[in-house]
């Protein structure tokens, strides 16, 4: 059975086909980290196919890419182009001792540019600002179980549900290869974990938390899930629900197609 880890981590690919370079980079990071108790996981990697291969094949996830430009055989420019054609959302802070190319970057949607050598100010900076942006848009549920790190991504999660301390994961399809799929913990701490970072998950109930995107039908005292689970809505919650549930679809758009069946006496 799988622990779930509630202090979150940013996980950051550090590619540079410089050895010295990647040691000191990642030094860096676990300092700055350190200072403000952040959790991060580095990976290192000396060029930009192992990087690829690493996220394409073996399904690795990064949220922050710290990218040299000039590697010898695939160059930081062009890895980030595969990365954006790939989707790969991960913020891109490019290192070099030139400024040449800093016209070329922008295909790329780069987050920073910094300059070699590195700066300790700049460089804590620049993660800082990359760090408040993640934990604006993050993309994945993380937890841990036999020490291995799982992450999820939010908009496949359809709900949470909570048994006597044991929390399921019901995603989004049934073939989720080896991945655990529940873990030991209080709803309470995944609820205030998740909406620190996503505000797309409405508390229905004590023992579910549900993923907005993933209602089929909302009615006052249940919801419809897209997998066709019917989810009880708790008579204490329903108020709340019902506001958080329109402020939502208000967000989200006119085209939005929802039902909206009524409880008797309402």
Request: charged share 25%.
């Amino acid at each position: 059975m799988a622990t779930q880890q509630m202090k979150w981590t940013i996980n950051i690919a550090i590619c540079d086909d410089d050895r010295i370079e990647t040691g000191i980079v990642e030094e860096m990071l676990r300092m700055v980290a350190s200072e403000q108790g952040i959790k991060i996981n580095c990976d290192v990697f000396f060029d930009g196919a192992s990087l690829l291969e690493a996220i394409r094949d073996q399904g690795m996830c990064f949220e922050l890419v710290y990218m040299d430009i000039m590697m010898k055989d695939m160059d930081g420019i062009h890895t980030a182009q595969v990365l954006r054609e790939m989707s790969i959302p991960a913020l891109i802070v490019y290192i070099s001792a030139y400024e040449d190319y800093l016209i070329e970057l922008f295909c790329t949607e780069p987050f920073r540019f910094l300059k070699k050598p590195l700066n300790v100010e700049e460089f804590s900076k620049v993660f800082f600002n990359a760090y408040e942006r993640i934990r604006r848009t993050a993309y994945y549920f993380t937890f841990s179980y036999n020490r291995v790190l799982y992450k999820m991504p939010f908009d496949r999660i359809v709900y949470f549900e909570s048994n006597d301390r044991v929390i399921s994961i019901h995603m989004e399809g049934e073939d989720n290869g080896t991945m655990p799929d529940r873990f030991y913990g209080k709803m309470n701490d995944v609820d205030n974990y998740i909406s620190s970072m996503n505000k797309r998950f409405l508390r229905i109930h004590q023992s579910f938390l549900v993923n907005f995107d993933q209602i089929k039908k909302f009615a006052y005292t249940n919801v419809t899930m897209l997998d066709g689970s019917k989810l009880k809505i708790s008579g204490e919650r329903q108020k709340s629900v019902k506001e958080c549930f329109y402020a939502l679809l208000g967000k989200r758009g006119e085209n939005a197609m929802y039902s909206f069946p009524c409880a008797e006496g309402q």
